[in-house]
């Protein structure tokens, strides 16, 4: 057996050679393990004599301490290194250049809707939502657009083929069963526009088949054509940034509103450019109306007391007039190159912060 200052030069030299904490463990089993050399003369002491065991214990006693101490600052001192090499090879250089990640843009689509929204809110309309797969109640029936009505086939719809009985589900083809949705939800007064998706089976320079429409609703006691011409040129004059916003409302036809009348609005020529203001000529922007009493009846409320307007128009075609895009194709290409140009930046979104006046 070897004598104790013996173990404490062996283990000694094995601890300072270990090279990683695993090594230094495998050194602590060897030496002070349940097998371990020194635990193995620890044992020696029971079967000594009183006079030896009292000589030889603090010498055994001693030796395993001194290697437990030595093994105890090893090891401190192999976790301080791991420490440094990590804190050294992670370490940040906040000073280098960051890398440039692609930045997208708001859709001027996006935009416009923002935009409409926040002209809206300020006259005190909310924004409502409907479905796009909508049935054939809400998108026509309801709208006063019966089965063999010529005006279903103005809008070449979308079916969804279910292979059950009965009319089946739409691609709604105009955002105006919106307008059924809210008064059958809520009770009058009522405010909305209605922004979103719709489809038709159409595609040319001016049609896509799918495109965004916003509906106006304004539902109250004594709401009358006046209130309709007023809100259209307050939002027009918002939107397009111009107080020249000239209106004419021509008569015309839709099931849902009566009388009906489709709205222009004056352009004039800048740079060989139209543009909306002025009045050297007329463009049509959107459809409108009074509410068709049969309309407000289907939705369970009294057109005796109830009464109000309806208007239907194209955000696309808004987006195009005021930003100056001449494909409406374009916008749905996905081409980042248009995007890049025709975007707008988020903190851009919307423009319209000054909000109208009183
Ligand atoms: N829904 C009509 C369309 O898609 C637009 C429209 C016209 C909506 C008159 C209305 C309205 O609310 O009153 O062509």
Redesign the pocket.
């Given at each position: 057996m070897p004598a104790p200052d013996e173990l404490v030069t062996l283990y000694s030299d094995k601890v300072a050679k270990a090279g990683d904490l695993a090594a230094l463990d495998a050194v602590r089993v060897e030496a002070l393990g349940k097998q371990g050399e020194i635990t193995q003369l620890l044992k020696t002491l029971g079967k000594m004599d009183p006079d030896t065991r009292k000589a030889e214990g603090p010498k055994i006693q001693g030796a395993r301490m001194a290697v437990a101490d030595a093994i105890e600052a090893r090891k401190a001192a192999l976790e301080n290194e791991a420490l440094e090499a990590r804190l050294a090879s992670e370490k940040l250089d906040l000073s280098l250049p960051v890398d440039e990640t692609p930045l997208g843009s708001v859709h001027p689509v996006s935009q416009v809707m923002d935009e409409l929204s926040e002209i809206f809110a300020d006259m005190g309309f909310a924004v409502a939502e409907g479905p796009e797969i909508e049935d054939d109640w809400h998108n026509f029936e309801a709208l006063n657009i019966p089965e063999a009505h010529p005006a279903r086939a103005m809008?070449d719809t979308f079916y969804l083929a279910t292979g059950e009985e009965g009319a089946p589900p739409v691609l709604r083809?105009?955002t105006?069963p919106v307008?059924i949705r809210t008064m059958m939800r809520e009770q009058p007064p009522i405010r909305i526009i209605a922004p979103g998706r719709v489809y038709r089976s159409d595609s040319d320079a001016t049609h896509t088949p799918m495109f965004h429409?916003v509906?106006?609703l304004v539902i109250d006691r004594n709401i009358h054509m006046g209130h309709l011409k007023w809100t259209l040129e307050t939002f027009l004059k918002a939107f397009f940034e111009r107080d020249d916003i000239v209106l004419r409302l021509r008569p015309s036809y839709?099931p849902?509103?009566e009388p009906?009348a489709e709205v222009d609005v004056g352009w004039s020529q800048v740079k060989g450019r139209r543009v909306v203001g002025g009045s050297e000529g007329w463009m049509e922007v959107l459809?409108?109306?009074m509410v068709h009493p049969k309309v407000i009846a289907n939705c369970g409320l009294d057109p005796d007391v109830w009464q109000g307007f309806?208007?239907?128009c194209g955000i696309d075609r808004l987006a195009m007039l005021k930003y100056g895009m001449d494909d409406l194709r374009a916008f749905f290409d996905g081409d980042l190159r248009w995007l890049k140009h025709y975007g707008f930046g988020m903190l851009d979104t919307p423009t319209l912060s000054a909000g109208v006046g009183a």
């Open positions: 809008q083809t105009h105006s307008q429409q509906e106006g839709f849902f509103t009906s459809g409108s109306g309806a208007f239907g």
